[in-house]
């Protein structure tokens, strides 16, 4: 049964600091691994990892894909209030039947002012 | 451009009743995919549709189905709703491959 596992589960920290948050996943038939975060209703999308070792990033934000090790890990350095969120992890396998995404259960992140 | 529509925002139901969702992808996104969300199993996955076909379902019972029409819009219905059918739903559209997946804002039911 594919699965993809998130750590930790949540996370308190104070604006300024950086976290990392960790992936692991086992999967049949892996495409990519995609980071989201969710704050009300819509997961939003963060970033896409195909390839092991390059590392993708958008202004404070950072992700890597190791896919010897089976995992990724998601960076946010100098952490802000605005960045208070689910993150969610999934996995997109495809080929055969599967065509679908695969999701951890979340880090929840609270930066507290 | 639009990005995906799921109506209605929110739903309240009784055990017993059935009720349909509807999801608009992007533009162009063949691929409409649906999910489950709750807060103690996290985001799981209901089926995908691809150019009206289901090629993937998820281990929901029965009671879960889903049609894809030929402007690639998606429904999918639960009947005789249960308490334990209170969840947001979340509906995916993608061009496939290596694109990303958006998702809609999803639909809110309260089943009560």
């Known amino acids: 049964e594919d699965k993809v596992v998130q750590s930790p589960l949540s996370l308190v920290v104070h604006e300024g600091d950086t976290v990392t948050l960790n992936c692991s996943y086992e999967?049949?038939?892996?495409?990519?691994l995609l980071w989201y975060k969710q704050e009300k209703k819509a997961p939003t999308f963060l970033f896409m990892l195909?390839?092991?070792?390059i590392e993708k990033k958008s202004g404070r934000l950072s992700s890597i894909l190791d896919k010897k090790e089976l995992f990724s890990i998601l960076n946010i350095t100098a952490t802000q209030t605005g960045d208070s969120a689910v993150y969610l992890c999934a996995v997109h396998n495809s080929g055969g039947s599967n065509y679908k995404l695969t999701f951890g259960k979340g880090t929840l992140l609270t930066v507290n002012p | 451009k639009a990005g995906v529509t799921q109506t209605p925002r929110y739903l309240i139901k009784t055990r017993g009743q059935q009720v349909t969702l509807s999801c608009s992808p992007i533009s162009g996104h063949r691929s409409v995919s649906w999910y489950q969300q709750t807060p103690g199993q996290g985001l799981q996955f209901l089926f995908e549709?691809?150019?009206?076909?289901?090629?993937n379902k998820g281990n929901f019972p029965g009671r879960f189905s889903g049609r894809q029409f030929s402007n690639s819009r998606s429904e999918m219905n639960v009947s005789t709703l249960e308490l334990g059918d209170s969840a947001l739903y979340l509906c995916?559209?993608?061009?496939?491959?290596?694109?990303?997946?958006?998702f809609g804002s999803g639909t809110r039911l309260t089943v009560v």
């Open positions: 999967v049949t038939n892996f495409r990519s």
């Open positions: 549709y691809f150019s009206e076909t289901q090629r």
């Open positions: 995916a559209s993608t061009l496939g491959g290596n694109y990303g997946y958006t």
């Open positions: 195909t390839s092991s070792g």
